[in-house]
């Protein structure tokens, strides 16, 4: 018998789409829960694990004698990130925001379109490999591991990062401000450094802090470079330490009392790239804001 | 006659050609800076590559296919298929399980905007900074002992009895493994890869999926029918992305993979990465015979694929956004850089 | 005595040639309008008069722009000093929006590296703002930042910094077409305040305001100049049709 005029006959077949889109909605969330999971689970263990090792000793010390492990730090290795991201800084920092100038304000034909696309193909280079062109290129060459090593492999990274990032930032200035500028009697380069940029301002910050937040966690590439020290050294041409490093080196002893430390490295090294990525949005958003 | 002759820039004041100068200068030292971008890439390829060319020489084809790998001088042999076998099964175990979370994660953001979207978007912004040796760490503490205990077992249980695939699960849990490797692996992927789909399936024009709404389709059917068929390519770009971004990984794999070189079919049996073994041998290498070079001519093959893969997901994305004259490819690409650490 | 004189100019987009041998002459202490539908041009050829047309890729101008007598596009003539004595006002208010309103006025001041000190840019911003008519609206508040103005206020902000570098001649570019009409007004009574002082050459869509404002203007179509001549006349008995049509309403 069929059902009354108007009650559709597409039942069992509307039974199966409604059952494939019921499905499809169910995957999407899963997959929403799936990726949350690891993060909270990460912090979670992060965080429980790694606030025990703070201590004063743990960022005044360095690592104590076999006996008595527990009692160390990992002092040298703050030291050294220090060291070494400080220096791929001071160098990958002006590179990048000239190149970023030259893109963003005078580059607009092929040779632009080529360094955008060497930043792009930089951009995406295995930090080993970075690691490995330095390791060969200044380590063999001068014969030891050093900070500088370190300090130029992590340059390699840097430097397309804040080239494209501070691109993309002074391009959203408007192209009124710098024709308010130039129409004022300035000259190019004026008007780009003492209104476009200041202008840009915050944003190119952020360039610095999206560049800065990714050496602070580089490991394989500080490790085929600057080796690791117990030791605080401050020479650049010595061997030197570096928290994610150690991080590396305290997973896979076997001194348990040490896995501890690890954990703690991991908790800095998270607190302060969470940190640099929470400001970038701040004032990301306050750009925007002053821009519009 | 005009007593205003004065300067219009003939015969200025040396101030005013000064300020010429300065701009000139300006613009010089911008355009040798940027190409200096392209020298230092210039460089790294020469210095690799020169360094790597000894082993090619010796070797030639041998080191992509040989599956023996012994630095003992006088016994010199380089195969790097363990490698390269391992990177692939590895990356493979991460593509397969990450790609379709990331773009149902991806689907999911550009359904749901608003007070749920953010937070999400946030979240996997998070995933992305986290850095990898903090992965790593994770990795070896707490998932592969959950691994080894139940999952892997689990596994070993049911699928390795299925015929076919069967042969993938087989074997002691215990252990360092692939498996482990490519999850974890996985997990590092999903920023990336969901950022850059998020982008791309944003990209394609709303009047498209309402149109097949309006003609009765599920939300489902709107997705396969008006969504995905635009946004194929640039997905599958965003996969490359995700792919490059799990060959070059290093010291997370390097935890938990085991570090032996080893061929076979098992997931559940440890092996190396390309990356994993540049960094677990380095130290060995001394300046006698090949080893160097032999651990340069890998870090050769791992650039090129990346490269590679770099260039052809940019122009997969590209022509996405080309498509639907949306966004601009490189706005796309610009949104995939976040702080990754490896 | 001629202030602006341009002779014969064509400029080009590429290979678009978008100006048609124009020629127009602006006598000192005139307004002279420039109007016509949109797309005639009028952008185009203001922004010829301070070569700012040539800072777009590919743009290309070949002709005359008297200035003074002396051509502005001889070969030895640098661009950045055309433009310190021709100032330009834009269509949008464009303060800059990290510098404070006397910042703002005096940056012109500021940034030709000339020192001067501290109380003579005092000095600069506050003639400038007075000149402009908005030195009594924020006075109290030089120093908060330029953008929280009003429109009307940020566009007269953006006039009081090109008044500030002393130029000899102002162009302004539909510098009402953004605000609102209280704002229009405004504008129209300052552009008529300083037409003593300096030469102003001003493009506009809306006709009332050119026959308001100016003492000569020129009506342009798709890149040639139709008719120029005293204001009065065009608008009132003008000598072609295409005028007529125009002023009239009938199209555009």
Same mark, same amino acid.
């Given at each position: 018998?069929?059902?009354?005029?108007?009650?559709?006959?597409?039942?069992?077949?509307?039974?199966?789409?409604?059952?494939?889109?019921?499905?499809?909605?169910?995957?999407?969330?899963?997959?929403?829960?799936?990726?949350?999971?690891?993060?909270?689970?990460?912090?979670?263990?992060?965080?429980?694990?790694?606030?025990?090792?703070?201590?004063?000793?743990?960022?005044?010390?360095?690592?104590?004698?076999?006996?008595?492990?527990?009692?160390?730090?990992?002092?040298?290795?703050?030291?050294?990130?220090?060291?070494?991201?400080?220096?791929?800084?001071?160098?990958?920092?002006?590179?990048?925001?000239?190149?970023?100038?030259?893109?963003?304000?005078?580059?607009?034909?092929?040779?632009?379109?080529?360094?955008?696309?060497?930043?792009?193909?930089?951009?995406?280079?295995?930090?080993?490999?970075?690691?490995?062109?330095?390791?060969?290129?200044?380590?063999?060459?001068?014969?030891?591991?050093?900070?500088?090593?370190?300090?130029?492999?992590?340059?390699?990274?840097?430097?397309?990062?804040?080239?494209?990032?501070?691109?993309?930032v002074l391009r959203l200035v408007p192209q009124e401000l710098r024709e308010g500028a130039l129409?004022?009697?300035?000259?190019?380069?004026?008007?780009?450094?003492?209104?476009?940029?200041?202008?840009?301002?915050?944003?190119?910050?952020?360039?610095?802090?999206? *560049?800065?937040?990714?050496?602070?966690?580089?490991? @394989?590439? %500080? #490790? &085929?470079? $600057?080796?690791?020290?117990?030791? +605080?050294? !401050?020479?650049?041409?010595?061997?030197?330490?570096?928290?994610?490093?150690?991080?590396?080196?305290?997973?896979?002893?076997?001194?348990? *009392?040490?896995?501890?430390?690890?954990?703690?490295? @991991?908790? %800095? #090294? &998270?607190? $302060?790239?969470?940190?640099?990525? +929470?400001? !970038?949005?701040?004032?990301?958003?306050?750009?925007?804001?002053?821009?519009? | 006659m005009s007593d205003q002759t004065v300067v219009l820039g003939a015969g200025a004041p040396a101030?005013?050609?000064?300020?010429?100068?300065?701009?000139?200068?300006?613009?010089?030292?911008?355009?040798?800076?940027?190409?200096?971008?392209?020298?230092?890439?210039?460089?790294?390829?020469?210095?690799?590559?020169?360094?790597?060319?000894?082993?090619?020489d010796a070797f030639g084809l041998h080191f992509f296919v040989g599956t023996s790998w012994n630095?003992?001088?006088?016994?010199?042999?380089?195969?790097?298929?363990?490698?390269?076998?391992?990177?692939?099964?590895?990356?493979?175990?991460?593509?397969?399980?990450?790609?379709?979370?990331?773009?149902?994660?991806?689907?999911?953001?550009?359904?749901?905007?608003?007070?749920?979207?953010?937070?999400?978007?946030?979240?996997?912004?998070?995933?992305?900074?986290?850095?990898?040796?903090?992965?790593?760490?994770?990795?070896?503490?707490?998932?592969?002992?959950?691994?080894?205990?139940?999952?892997?077992?689990?596994?070993?249980?049911?699928?390795?009895?299925?015929?076919?695939?069967?042969?993938?699960?087989?074997?002691?849990?215990?252990?360092?493994?692939?498996?482990?490797?490519?999850?974890?692996?996985?997990?590092?992927?999903?920023?990336?890869?969901?950022?850059?789909?998020?982008?791309?399936?944003?990209?394609?024009?709303?009047?498209?999926?309402?149109?097949?709404?309006?003609?009765?389709?599920?939300?489902?059917?709107?997705?396969?029918?008006?969504?995905?068929?635009?946004?194929?390519?640039?997905?599958?770009?965003?996969?490359?992305?995700?792919?490059?971004?799990?060959?070059?990984?290093?010291?997370?794999?390097?935890?938990?993979?085991?570090?032996?070189?080893?061929?076979?079919?098992?997931?559940?049996?440890?092996?190396?990465?390309?990356?994993?073994?540049?960094?677990?041998?380095?130290?060995?290498?001394?300046?006698?015979?090949?080893?160097?070079?032999?651990?340069?001519?890998?870090?050769?093959?791992?650039?090129?694929?990346?490269?590679?893969?770099?260039?052809?997901?940019?122009?997969?994305?590209?022509?996405?956004?080309?498509?639907?004259?949306?966004?601009?490819?490189?706005?796309?690409?610009?949104?995939?850089?976040?702080?990754?650490?490896? | 005595?001629?202030?602006?004189?341009?002779?014969?100019?064509?400029?080009?987009?590429?290979?678009?040639?978008?100006?048609?041998?124009?020629?127009?002459?602006?006598?000192?202490?005139?307004?002279?309008?420039?109007?016509?539908?949109?797309?005639?041009?009028?952008?185009?050829?203001?922004?010829?008069?301070?070569?700012?047309?040539?800072?777009?890729?590919?743009?290309?101008?070949?002709?005359?722009?008297?200035?003074?007598?002396?051509?502005?596009?001889?070969?030895?003539?640098?661009?950045?000093?055309?433009?310190?004595?021709?100032?330009?006002?834009?269509?949008?208010?464009?303060?800059?929006?990290?510098?404070?309103?006397?910042?703002?006025?005096?940056?012109?001041?500021?940034?030709?590296?000339?020192?001067?000190?501290?109380?003579?840019?005092?000095?600069?911003?506050?003639?400038?703002?007075?000149?402009?008519?908005?030195?009594?609206?924020?006075?109290?508040?030089?120093?908060?930042?330029?953008?929280?103005?009003?429109?009307?206020?940020?566009?007269?902000?953006?006039?009081?910094?090109?008044?500030?570098?002393?130029?000899?001649?102002?162009?302004?570019?539909?510098?009402?077409?953004?605000?609102?009409?209280?704002?229009?007004?405004?504008?129209?009574?300052?552009?008529?305040?300083?037409?003593?002082?300096?030469?102003?050459?001003?493009?506009?869509?809306?006709?009332?305001?050119?026959?308001?404002?100016?003492?000569?203007?020129?009506?342009?179509?798709?890149?040639?100049?139709?008719?120029?001549?005293?204001?009065?006349?065009?608008?009132?008995?003008?000598?072609?049709?295409?005028?007529?049509?125009?002023?009239?309403?009938?199209?555009?």
């Amino acid at each position: 018998m069929s059902a009354a005029a108007g009650t559709v006959s597409l039942g069992p077949v509307r039974g199966i789409r409604r059952a494939k889109d019921t499905g499809f909605t169910v995957f999407l969330w899963t997959c929403a829960v799936l990726a949350l999971v690891p993060l909270t689970w990460i912090a979670f263990y992060v965080v429980s694990k790694g606030i025990g090792a703070l201590s004063w000793n743990f960022f005044t010390k360095e690592p104590a004698g076999p006996l008595n492990p527990q009692e160390g730090g990992i002092v040298q290795s703050f030291v050294g990130t220090g060291l070494i991201v400080g220096l791929a800084t001071v160098i990958a920092v002006p590179l990048g925001i000239l190149s970023g100038i030259y893109l963003a304000e005078y580059g607009k034909g092929r040779t632009a379109s080529a360094i955008r696309l060497v930043a792009y193909v930089l951009l995406s280079t295995p930090s080993i490999v970075a690691g490995a062109f330095i390791w060969a290129l200044v380590v063999v060459a001068l014969g030891n591991f050093s900070a500088l090593a370190g300090g130029l492999s992590l340059v390699v990274l840097m430097w397309p990062i804040v080239a494209i990032a501070s691109e993309a930032v002074l391009r959203l200035v408007p192209q009124e401000l710098r024709e308010g500028a130039l129409a004022l009697g300035l000259p190019r380069w004026k008007a780009i450094v003492r209104v476009v940029m200041p202008t840009a301002g915050a944003g190119l910050l952020t360039a610095v802090m999206l *560049a800065v937040a990714r050496a602070l966690g580089e490991t @394989a590439p %500080v #490790l &085929l470079t $600057a080796l690791g020290n117990d030791y +605080i050294n !401050t020479d650049i041409r010595a061997p030197t330490d570096a928290v994610p490093l150690r991080v590396y080196d305290y997973a896979r002893t076997p001194v348990e *009392a040490l896995h501890g430390f690890a954990w703690g490295g @991991a908790l %800095v #090294l &998270l607190a $302060a790239v969470l940190f640099l990525a +929470i400001s !970038t949005r701040v004032l990301s958003n306050r750009q925007q804001k002053r821009i519009a | 006659m005009s007593d205003q002759t004065v300067v219009l820039g003939a015969g200025a004041p040396a101030r005013v050609r000064r300020s010429r100068l300065i701009d000139r200068g300006f613009r010089g030292t911008t355009l040798v800076v940027g190409l200096g971008l392209i020298a230092l890439l210039a460089l790294m390829l020469v210095e690799l590559t020169t360094g790597a060319w000894r082993t090619f020489d010796a070797f030639g084809l041998h080191f992509f296919v040989g599956t023996s790998w012994n630095p003992v001088s006088g016994r010199e042999d380089f195969g790097a298929l363990p490698f390269i076998f391992g990177s692939l099964v590895t990356s493979g175990v991460a593509i397969v399980i990450g790609v379709p979370i990331a773009v149902g994660l991806a689907l999911l953001l550009n359904q749901v905007r608003g007070s749920i979207a953010n937070p999400l978007t946030v979240f996997v912004d998070i995933l992305a900074a986290i850095p990898s040796v903090v992965y790593g760490l994770w990795a070896l503490f707490v998932l592969k002992p959950i691994f080894d205990s139940s999952v892997e077992p689990f596994l070993i249980g049911t699928l390795g009895k299925v015929p076919l695939i069967g042969a993938l699960f087989r074997g002691k849990a215990q252990g360092p493994d692939l498996f482990t490797a490519g999850v974890i692996l996985a997990i590092m992927i999903l920023p990336i890869v969901t950022a850059v789909s998020r982008e791309v399936i944003a990209v394609v024009p709303r009047d498209l999926r309402e149109a097949a709404l309006a003609l009765g389709a599920t939300r489902y059917e709107s997705v396969r029918l008006a969504v995905l068929p635009y946004a194929r390519s640039g997905i599958v770009g965003a996969s490359m992305l995700g792919l490059g971004r799990a060959l070059g990984e290093t010291i997370a794999v390097s935890l938990v993979v085991g570090n032996t070189p080893r061929i076979g079919w098992s997931l559940m049996q440890p092996g190396a990465t390309i990356p994993s073994w540049i960094a677990s041998s380095f130290r060995e290498a001394t300046s006698v015979g090949l080893h160097r070079s032999a651990l340069l001519a890998l870090a050769v093959t791992l650039v090129i694929v990346a490269f590679f893969l770099a260039v052809l997901s940019r122009l997969l994305v590209r022509r996405t956004a080309e498509l639907v004259s949306g966004p601009s490819a490189d706005e796309v690409l610009t949104e995939g850089i976040y702080p990754r650490a490896g | 005595m001629r202030k602006v004189e341009i002779v014969d100019l064509n400029a080009w987009f590429g290979s678009n040639h978008v100006l048609h041998g124009v020629n127009l002459t602006a006598r000192p202490g005139s307004v002279t309008a420039i109007i016509g539908p949109s797309g005639c041009g009028k952008s185009t050829l203001i922004r010829c008069l301070n070569r700012m047309h040539e800072e777009v890729r590919g743009a290309r101008v070949e002709g005359k722009v008297l200035f003074d007598g002396t051509d502005i596009y001889g070969t030895d003539v640098d661009p950045v000093a055309v433009r310190r004595r021709i100032g330009m006002v834009f269509q949008r208010p464009n303060p800059f929006p990290t510098m404070s309103i006397l910042d703002n006025a005096t940056a012109g001041l500021r940034l030709s590296g000339e020192r001067l000190p501290r109380s003579k840019l005092a000095e600069g911003g506050e003639r400038a703002l007075r000149a402009a008519g908005l030195w009594d609206e924020v006075k109290d508040r030089l120093d908060e930042p330029g953008g929280r103005l009003s429109g009307g206020q940020q566009q007269r902000l953006c006039i009081a910094r090109a008044l500030a570098v002393e130029p000899e001649v102002i162009l302004l570019d539909e510098p009402a077409s953004a605000l609102d009409p209280a704002s229009t007004l405004r504008i129209e009574e300052l552009v008529g305040g300083l037409k003593e002082r300096y030469t102003i050459v001003i493009v506009t869509h809306n006709m009332q305001q050119a026959a308001r404002v100016s003492d000569w203007t020129l009506f342009m179509l798709f890149g040639e100049v139709v008719e120029f001549g005293p204001t009065e006349k065009v608008f009132t008995t003008p000598d072609d049709k295409r005028t007529e049509d125009y002023v009239t309403g009938r199209f555009g």
